[in-house]
């Protein structure tokens, strides 16, 4: 198909325009336009310069209407989270086995869990992606203190042993 080729069937540009009419958003509404603009006969780069927009993205819309129709116009592409290993529930379900065993009362720590994490993923992940993934979930690192910070050292305790009559 040549570029200047571009056809399409009399119901398709009225749907073209009576979903011109009810786009959305103003994104939406701007993608429809650039379609419906190509489906009245309008040449890639007079569309371009219609709508203030590159001539690769005429064509890329327009390729995208004739392989996804109308939704593929409507559909928000952005976003989201496509580097992710895991879908939040799933990463919600995984710490939700670790607070059970925390609630049994069993000592937590980051590296077991980061260890248990890899081989569920089953691929490399660094330990502050780990950490990121904890402060997502509103966890946070609390390890119990080895004494009271107003504990007296071991020479008073030894001293006032010694005062004390037997």
């Known amino acids: ?37 190509r489906s009245l ?24 209407y004739l392989e996804k129709g109308m ?14 290993y895991r879908s939040l529930e799933a990463e919600k379900a995984f710490l939700s086995s670790f607070l059970d065993s925390a609630q049994e009362g069993h000592e937590l720590t980051v590296k077991a869990m980061y260890d248990a994490y890899l081989k569920e993923i089953g691929r490399p992940m660094t330990i502050q992606g780990f950490y990121s993934l904890l402060r997502r979930h509103g966890w946070t690192k609390h390890s119990p203190r080895p004494e009271h910070p107003n504990h007296p050292d071991a020479r008073i305790l030894d001293a006032s042993k010694k005062l004390i009559p037997k």
């Open 41 to 64: 006969g309008k040449r890639v780069h007079e569309v371009s310069e219609l709508t203030n927009c590159s001539t690769k993205t005429v064509s890329t819309l327009t390729k995208l």
């Open 71 to 84: 939704e593929g116009l409507t559909t928000e592409t952005r976003g989201g989270r496509g580097a992710a």
């Open 1 to 37: 198909m040549k570029p200047t080729d571009f056809k399409l069937s009399p119901a398709d540009t009225a749907l073209l325009s009576k979903a011109l009419q009810t786009a959305k958003t103003k994104s939406f509404h701007r993608r429809i336009q650039i379609v419906y603009l």
